[in-house]
């Protein structure tokens, strides 16, 4: 029988291999994992007591704004991004979230969210007939979107990015209270 060991904050250079047969357990603080007699180390799951069930593959952003886009039509600027690690073999989700105005009636508001560089999916066009108000962007108005991107695999880093911009130049268009979360799923 395997010697007890105290989980919390081991550095893996000072857990000692276990003779055949047996295995130690030590955590870094965020993942437990198990050492076999060969000096192997396995990732075992989370260290009980950290604050969310998925270690490491729970990754948040958040920008509380406003961030204002007023430049040429069509040419996005960013809003937030987050660079999670994705293992192979799990699945993940993205979700965002964010308030927008647009201080135009005639032209749109765009927004994309682009994986390592491509658009997803994802994008709005939306044309809110407001003009003028008196908040950041020019418009008093704010509209909430929520959203999700659901079976995101691969392996390595990942780069996600919220974007905005205007169907026309010179026309205000903000984000605010954004929000990026990822997470394993399977």
């Known amino acids: 029988m395997g010697s007890q060991i105290d989980l919390l904050n081991q550095i893996p250079g000072d857990i000692e291999t276990p003779p055949a047969g047996e295995v130690a357990l030590w955590s870094d603080g965020v993942g437990v994992f198990q050492r076999d007699s060969a000096g192997v180390d396995t990732l075992i799951g989370p260290t009980p007591g950290t604050t969310n069930i998925y270690g490491t593959e729970l990754v948040k952003a958040s920008n509380a704004g406003p961030v204002v886009y007023n430049g040429p039509a069509n040419i996005y600027q960013d809003a937030l991004q987050i660079?999670?690690?994705?293992?192979?073999?799990?699945?993940?989700t993205l979700e965002w979230s964010f308030n927008w105005g647009y201080n135009a009636a005639n032209t749109d508001f765009l927004a994309r969210v682009l994986q390592n560089g491509v658009s997803t999916p994802w994008t709005m066009r939306q044309e809110p007939k407001d003009t003028g108000g008196g908040g950041p962007g020019g418009t008093d108005q704010r509209h909430p979107v929520s959203f999700f991107l659901d079976d995101i695999t691969g392996v390595g880093g990942f780069d996600f990015r919220l974007q905005l911009s205007s169907s026309a130049a010179g026309v205000d268009a903000v984000m605010e209270n954004i929000r990026f979360k990822f997470y394993r799923n399977e």
């Open 83 to 92: 660079n999670p690690l994705l293992i192979s073999g799990r699945t993940y």
